[in-house]
């Protein structure tokens, strides 16, 4: 049937390529587009065009970072940049900074070491973690991964990377609950465990 309808199934067949839409979503997010009017969504377009072509990863700590300016975490002097705080995703990095009290500076992962899913070590920024390193200025890392088994492996794989080099290593304290993500823990646990971390 949906072969009949040449312009929906492309439409369809391009949001099936977006990661995390639940399909059973699929059909409402089509819905939207193909309601809105035509000013809304050559915005959308728009606006995705722009984030596409002006924002870029910052080469030191992955976060994403405007083209024409600084990362707003590495290049800001009021913050410590021998204190490193290691996260999965820059969800996590959001949900430590907005708790406050952590006025170090990030490593944004990209994910947890996963062989399931086929996420190995070199997929992840974690040779860049190891660069930083070396250039000598990191006096501590705090792991702040999420405490499911891929982020305990991928804290354990790290730290073991890391043990040659003479730095301080932690993590966070236990009071995040096991198999929980950051993303959903409120801002007193997320701000307790940054100042109850533990050597690792
Ligand atoms: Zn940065």
């Not at 391009?14 to 997010?29: D, E, G, H, M, T």
């Not at 992955?62 to 083209?67: G, L, M, T």
Request: aromatic residues 8%; charged residues 25%; proline residues 4%.
């Amino acid at each position: 049937m949906i072969d009949r309808l040449p312009t929906i199934n492309q439409l369809l067949k391009n949001l099936q390529q977006v990661p995390y839409l639940a399909s059973k979503n699929l059909y409402r997010v089509a819905s939207f587009f193909l309601s809105a009017d035509d000013a809304k969504i050559e915005h959308f377009c728009h606006v995705l065009l722009r984030a596409k072509k002006n924002v870029i990863k910052c080469q030191r700590c992955a976060f994403w970072q405007e083209r024409d300016q600084d990362c707003i975490f590495c290049s800001d002097p009021k913050r410590n940049s021998g204190l490193v705080c290691v996260v999965e995703s820059w969800q996590d990095l959001f949900v430590i900074d907005r708790a406050g009290g952590f006025s170090g500076v990030y490593h944004v992962l990209g994910g947890a070491i996963c062989p399931l899913e086929g996420i190995g070590p070199e997929d992840l920024t974690i040779n860049m973690l190891i660069k930083r390193v070396e250039g000598n200025t990191i006096q501590e890392i705090i792991f702040a991964l999420n405490q499911t088994p891929e982020g305990e492996a991928t804290t354990a794989y790290i730290a073991k990377k890391l043990r040659v080099f003479n730095i301080k290593l932690s993590s966070l304290a236990r009071g995040i609950p096991v198999g929980s993500t950051l993303e959903y823990m409120d801002r007193l646990t997320i701000s307790k465990a940054i100042s109850e971390r533990r050597p690792f």
